[in-house]
Structures are given as structure tokens and as C-alpha cells.
């Protein structure tokens, strides 16, 4: 099993703090699944989604006093989130979710961000969001005066 290290800091973002309890649930959950990437795209389903959070399975499992979670209530959430501008989803062949502060908030060593690329190759399927994330690692990678990969110069 992979650790996987969040920042606090992401937490204390002015669109993170707006969100509610629910979206916020949706985006730690997200962010602490084996499939996350380096760079902070996840391809996954509705449908685990909402087994991981327990959805339309009767009582709220944190607590009872809590409304129940159902598939309509994650797709609004994941919808408002995206509309906040904190991630940028792709519903094709599957929900690839790309978190666009992720690199901002994670350290990595410079054999990670060698694999970048390849990630981005292997990991997010074709379509608009894969360049998306590509143009978004390459402006994080210049202006934390880290040198690009050969694979995209």
C-alpha cells in the first residue's frame, strides 16, 4: 500500500474552505485512492464512487444524525467542484477528475517529475483534459524552475 502525503495547506485554499462538508468528503476521498496519480488525475467511475462513500446504501456511515449520501447528491458535488474551478472532469470512458492545485500541494523528488509524461501518456485517456493537465504540469514545472522532460519540449 502507497502513503500518500497531503499538504494542509490545501485545506486552507479560499475555494476548498467554501466547499460543503459533502464536496469536501468527495475530494479527500478522491485524493487518498490508490488510482491518484503523481500529477493529480484520477479515471474512475460514479459508481465506486459512491460504494467507497457508502451512497444510497440507507444510513450516512459517519453518522446517523447526518443525511443520506445518494448518487445525486455526489454528481451535484462533483459538478459544484468543478464549477469552483478546483478540478476539471472528463466523463469518457470513465470520470477522469484532474485536480488542478494537486502539484502545488505535494513535494516530489526529481525522478518523479521525470515520469510525468508517461503518466500523462498511459494514465489519462485522450480528449480535451489530457492537454489540459499536460499545459497545467508544464506551467507548474517552469515556474517552480523545475526542467521539463525531453518528452515535451
Known sequence: MRKR????KFWYDKRI???????KLILLHLQLREEM???GAIT?????ICTLLNADRGRNFLTPELPKITQKHITKCLKSIKKR????????????IYFYNFLRYNNWT???YNSFPSVVRDK????????????????WMVENNIMVPEDWQ
Open 5 to 8: 502525503y497531503i499538504h494542509t
Open 17 to 23: 474552505r467554501e466547499c460543503h462538508w459533502l464536496e
Open 37 to 39: 496519480t503523481t500529477i
Open 44 to 48: 474512475t467511475d460514479l459508481l465506486s
Open 85 to 96: 474551478g478546483i478540478v476539471d472532469i472528463q466523463d469518457k470512458a470513465g470520470i477522469t
Open 110 to 112: 526529481p525522478s518523479v
Open 124 to 139: 489519462i485517456p485522450e480528449g480535451p483534459i489530457q492537454e489540459v493537465v499536460r499545459e497545467n504540469t508544464i506551467g
